[in-house]
């Protein structure tokens, strides 16, 4: 893949010049096929597990090990059949380093040749958003946030709820987490969208939160912001609920309401102006969709070269409807965040039409001091999960 090299004016770096130079690395997730082939790319991990094709791939760094969580997977001979176990599946690597050369996967959770769900118990269709860790008095714990969907259809996420789990190292399986508590759903789900319905991340262990930056169940809404005080977050026994940023230094008190999450402000505002919980895009057609989507599945960290939060999510539309992998900044993580800058333009390498989503990293993927930034994004066709580089340089104007 040819490189990408992209110039932005970020005026709250001090008028700083930011460079952001992308490159495909190697397929990590998925058997090599023709297209692979006919755009050059090198296929790592060959048919582990059986995996034809899969997508997603959020990870965390937990026990000294890389874990990635899989969406919808096609085994060899069995198909994709989401109603099968084939979706929330874990694979791990012991590589911490050597990532130009790609990822090698090791194995998988529950199983060393087919893996199995990873989760119990398993709603019918779970999606995953987000994998983190929470490192807190020496002891490490891994969790994840997923979706319990209902259907998908076109650039649209229709579910029922979603939910966090915690790894459990014996019988090494994932389980909801204070389902009564860390739930997110909304009046008329899952014929509508709600807030939170996809996730990710930021454990500060200064100020002594975790953060979620949530978005709702589709694609097409913005981004809002939760925090949870880490010591009542890994008590078992807490039921204190989250709370909300409501802007632009005021927290709502810690609250199940959802009619206070929809009053929360949007760090992000969706790109349509008449967003509604209540609005279907699946009813749009599928050109009136594509200038309306904002954040599809994303992930956020800290890069500690540019000083600043990136919340990174990509587009699944074609390049001419600004499709590709794009990305925003925030000195702090309440903001103020960014325009949308563009990583990596979707492109029709081996004569494909690339339509990346899925776009995730993690702090243990960020080199040179987060200069050199590793991340993975899947793409329909071909169906797997790519790894890719991205080069940020900072300079300043003349």
């Given at each position: 893949?040819?490189l990408?090299?992209?110039?932005?004016?970020s005026?709250?770096?001090g008028?700083?010049?930011?460079e952001?130079?992308?490159?495909r690395?190697?397929?990590?997730f998925?058997?090599?096929?023709?297209?692979?082939?006919?755009?050059?790319?090198?296929?790592?991990?060959n048919?582990?597990?059986?995996i034809?094709?899969?997508?997603?791939?959020?990870?965390?760094?937990?026990?000294?090990?890389?874990?990635?969580n899989l969406g919808?997977?096609?085994i060899?001979?069995?198909?994709?059949?989401?109603?099968?176990?084939?979706?929330?599946?874990?694979?791990?690597?012991?590589?911490t380093?050597g990532f130009a050369?790609?990822?090698r996967?090791?194995?998988?959770l529950?199983?060393p040749?087919?893996?199995?769900?990873?989760?119990?118990?398993?709603?019918?269709?779970?999606?995953?958003?987000?994998?983190?860790t929470?490192r807190e008095?020496?002891?490490?714990?891994m969790?994840?946030?997923?979706?319990?969907?209902?259907?998908?259809?076109?650039?649209?996420?229709?579910?029922?709820a979603?939910?966090?789990?915690?790894?459990?190292?014996?019988?090494?399986?994932f389980?909801p987490?204070?389902?009564?508590?860390?739930r997110?759903t909304?009046?008329?789900?899952p014929?509508?969208?709600?807030?939170?319905?996809m996730?990710?991340?930021?454990?500060?262990?200064?100020?002594?939160?975790?953060?979620?930056l949530?978005?709702?169940?589709?694609?097409?809404?913005?981004?809002?912001?939760?925090?949870?005080?880490?010591a009542?977050?890994?008590?078992?026994e807490?039921?204190?609920?989250?709370?909300y940023?409501?802007?632009?230094?005021?927290?709502?008190?810690?609250?199940?309401?959802e009619?206070?999450?929809?009053?929360?402000?949007?760090?992000?505002?969706?790109?349509?102006?008449?967003?509604?919980l209540?609005?279907?895009?699946?009813r749009?057609?599928?050109?009136?969709?594509?200038?309306?989507?904002?954040?599809?599945?994303?992930?956020?960290?800290?890069?500690?070269?540019?000083?600043?939060?990136?919340l990174?999510?990509?587009?699944?539309?074609p390049?001419?409807?600004?499709?590709?992998?794009w990305?925003?900044?925030?000195?702090?993580?309440?903001?103020?965040?960014?325009q949308?800058?563009l990583?990596m333009?979707?492109?029709t390498?081996?004569?494909?039409?690339w339509t990346?989503?899925?776009t995730?990293t993690?702090?243990?993927?960020?080199?040179?001091?987060?200069?050199v930034?590793?991340?993975?994004?899947?793409?329909?066709?071909?169906?797997g999960?790519?790894l890719?580089?991205a080069?940020?340089?900072?300079?300043?104007?003349?």
């Amino acid at each position: 893949m040819a490189l990408t090299t992209a110039w932005f004016l970020s005026p709250d770096l001090g008028h700083a010049q930011e460079e952001v130079t992308t490159r495909r690395i190697a397929k990590i997730f998925g058997q090599a096929h023709e297209w692979d082939r006919r755009a050059g790319i090198r296929v790592v991990n060959n048919g582990p597990g059986r995996i034809v094709g899969t997508d997603l791939g959020a990870m965390t760094l937990y026990h000294g090990k890389l874990w990635f969580n899989l969406g919808d997977t096609h085994i060899e001979g069995e198909g994709l059949d989401p109603g099968k176990e084939m979706n929330f599946l874990v694979a791990w690597c012991s590589q911490t380093s050597g990532f130009a050369d790609g990822i090698r996967i090791d194995g998988f959770l529950n199983s060393p040749d087919r893996p199995r769900t990873a989760l119990a118990p398993r709603p019918a269709y779970p999606i995953p958003n987000a994998m983190f860790t929470v490192r807190e008095h020496g002891q490490e714990r891994m969790l994840a946030h997923y979706m319990a969907v209902a259907e998908v259809e076109g650039h649209d996420h229709h579910i029922f709820a979603s939910h966090i789990a915690r790894y459990e190292d014996e019988p090494k399986i994932f389980r909801p987490y204070k389902p009564d508590v860390y739930r997110w759903t909304g009046a008329g789900a899952p014929e509508v969208h709600f807030h939170f319905g996809m996730a990710s991340f930021w454990v500060d262990g200064r100020d002594g939160f975790v953060y979620m930056l949530g978005s709702p169940s589709g694609r097409f809404g913005g981004v809002k912001l939760a925090r949870i005080p880490l010591a009542s977050f890994v008590a078992p026994e807490d039921s204190r609920p989250w709370e909300y940023f409501m802007g632009p230094s005021s927290w709502s008190p810690p609250t199940l309401d959802e009619r206070i999450i929809n009053r929360a402000v949007w760090l992000i505002p969706p790109k349509d102006q008449k967003w509604s919980l209540a609005k279907n895009y699946d009813r749009l057609p599928r050109d009136a969709q594509e200038p309306l989507i904002t954040i599809a599945e994303f992930c956020l960290v800290y890069n500690p070269y540019l000083e600043r939060f990136l919340l990174i999510t990509g587009r699944p539309v074609p390049a001419t409807a600004g499709g590709g992998v794009w990305y925003y900044t925030a000195p702090k993580i309440t903001g103020p965040w960014s325009q949308e800058k563009l990583l990596m333009p979707n492109s029709t390498d081996g004569e494909l039409n690339w339509t990346f989503y899925g776009t995730y990293t993690t702090d243990a993927l960020l080199h040179d001091g987060g200069r050199v930034m590793y991340f993975v994004a899947t793409t329909w066709e071909p169906y797997g999960v790519y790894l890719y580089e991205a080069t940020f340089l900072r300079g300043r104007t003349p």
